[in-house]
Nanobody
C-alpha cells in the first residue's frame, strides 16, 4: 500500500515536497515513480527512481526543477518540487513495482501498486 502526502497550494515559484510511504519493505519495490494528472488532461509520467536510489529519470517538463529520492530504511519515496509553475497543478500519484524502471517504463498501467493521489495547486 502506498500513501502520498505533502500536497497543497503554493504560489508560482514556490516549492513543495511530496512523500509516499509504502507499507512493507521498499527494497522489493525496484522502481518507484510519480505520475500526475491535471483536469481534462492525459496522465503524465513525472519521474522514476530505481531501488538503489542512484538511477533516476525525469520528464523533460520537470527536469532541473524536480528531484526524486528514496529512503528504503524509511520505506518512503520523495518528490522535491521547486520553481513550481501553474502548469504543474495536478493530482500526483505515487506508484511502485517489483521490476526495474527500465522494464516498467513510463506507463502507469505497468506498475503493480498505486497510491490514492495528492493534490498540488500552483497559482
Amino acid at each position: 500500500q502506498l500513501v502520498e502526502s505533502g500536497g497543497g497550494s503554493v504560489q508560482a515559484g514556490g516549492s513543495l515536497r511530496l512523500s509516499c510511504a509504502a507499507s512493507g519493505n521498499t527494497d522489493s519495490l525496484k522502481c518507484m515513480a510519480w505520475f500526475r494528472q491535471a483536469p481534462g488532461k492525459e496522465r503524465e509520467w513525472v519521474a522514476s527512481i530505481d531501488s538503489g536510489g542512484s538511477t533516476t529519470y525525469y520528464a523533460d517538463s520537470v527536469k532541473g526543477r524536480f528531484t526524486v529520492s528514496r529512503d528504503n530504511a524509511q520505506n518512503t519515496v520523495y518528490l522535491q518540487m521547486n520553481s513550481l509553475k501553474p502548469e504543474d497543478t495536478a493530482v500526483y500519484y505515487c506508484v511502485a513495482d517489483p521490476r526495474s524502471c527500465r522494464v516498467t517504463g513510463v506507463d502507469m498501467g505497468n506498475f503493480r501498486y498505486r497510491g490514492q493521489g495528492t493534490q498540488v495547486t500552483v497559482s
